[in-house]
């Protein structure tokens, strides 16, 4: 998914406005910017993302309070940057050298922020749309991914957010069972949701690999390469070093590695039109 502006020839938005989805924005706020010019996002427009609104671009803070403006125009799947930013205000967990959220954690409206992002959902489902962070797994159906994503949501968003952010981090359980409970059963969700690229056949998750889809570990492949029964278009974000690219026309990546210097993409949802931007200087 490469280039620079590229969209349908015709311009049949409706006049109710249109749903743009965009990929993993990463606190490219100037990019974003330049994304929505080029579709021309209008005031009946509704603006959607995969998920990883922050962290590693120059404007987290400028991105949060753009999407906070646009109300119920806007709604994003969490991502594991934006959990991360929610651990560090929740949880305790430190700013890494890596992190570019000082001036994020440092404003005023920081909590309010915070609040307002972790009430976002981990999936949604509109039918002929389905959005996720980094995936599904071949061993869930859609409704175990809906069940599986409204029981982490009531707990992120509920009294006991911050016992959940305390724990969130770690690798196990790595193999998802129906009998997991409490924080392993959680912390597993979460995983598969926002952290995934490889699974085996089982649905052992793999969290290493981080390239294209040469050279990958024995026994594992990429989670869309095995049959599912999710219905609808699925689009994802997380794994910028696909480029979008999937070999399957029902499921879409749309981190095409704006942080790192190259594009930010969105499709139009009624039609699926494809609109791309270059990263904007700064981004990375």
């Known amino acids: 998914m490469n280039g620079q502006g590229r969209h349908s020839p015709t311009d049949d938005r409706p006049a109710c406005?249109?749903?743009?989805?965009?990929?993993?924005?990463?606190?490219?706020?100037?990019?974003?910017?330049?994304l929505l010019a080029e579709v021309g996002f209008g005031d009946a427009d509704r603006l959607w993302c995969v998920?990883?609104?922050?962290?590693?671009?120059?404007?987290?803070?400028?991105?949060?309070?753009?999407?906070?403006?646009?109300?119920e125009r806007?709604?994003?799947?969490?991502?594991?940057?934006?959990?991360?930013?929610?651990?560090?205000?929740?949880?305790?967990?430190?700013?890494r050298a890596t992190d570019t959220m000082a001036d994020l954690l440092a404003a005023p409206d920081c909590p309010d922020l915070a609040d307002w992002l972790r009430h976002q959902p981990l999936f949604?489902?509109?039918?002929?749309?389905?959005?996720?962070?980094?995936?599904?797994?071949?061993i869930w159906t859609t409704t175990m991914a809906r069940d599986n994503a409204r029981e982490v949501e009531a707990v992120i968003r509920g009294p006991g957010h911050a016992g959940f952010f305390r724990a969130m981090y770690g690798n196990e359980p790595a193999l998802w069972r129906d009998d997991l409970a409490g924080m392993d059963?959680?912390?597993?969700?979460?995983?598969?949701?926002?952290?995934?690229?490889?699974?085996?056949?089982?649905?052992?998750?793999?969290?290493?690999?981080?390239?294209?889809?040469?050279?990958?570990?024995?026994?594992?492949?990429?989670?869309?390469?095995?049959?599912?029964?999710?219905?609808?278009?699925?689009?994802f974000g997380h794994w910028a070093a696909l480029d979008g690219a999937t070999g399957r026309p029902r499921v879409i990546g749309l981190d095409t590695g704006c942080v790192w210097g190259r594009t930010m993409t969105a499709v139009r949802l009624e039609d699926g039109a494809m609109f791309s931007v270059s990263a904007a200087e700064g981004c990375p």
């Open 17 to 34: 406005g249109s749903t743009y989805l965009v990929g993993d924005i990463q606190g490219c706020f100037e990019s974003l910017e330049a």
């Open 51 to 71: 998920g990883d609104l922050v962290n590693r671009g120059p404007d987290s803070l400028g991105v949060l309070r753009f999407a906070r403006s646009l109300d």
């Open 74 to 95: 806007f709604t994003c799947v969490l991502g594991n940057h934006d959990l991360h930013f929610l651990a560090m205000v929740y949880g305790g967990h430190p700013h």
């Open 124 to 138: 949604i489902d509109r039918g002929d749309w389905v959005v996720v962070h980094a995936g599904i797994p071949h």
């Open 185 to 235: 059963r959680h912390r597993a969700i979460v995983n598969y949701f926002t952290r995934m690229r490889l699974v085996d056949v089982e649905g052992r998750l793999e969290f290493s690999h981080k390239g294209t889809l040469d050279d990958l570990p024995p026994g594992y492949a990429p989670w869309f390469s095995y049959p599912t029964e999710i219905d609808g278009t699925l689009y």
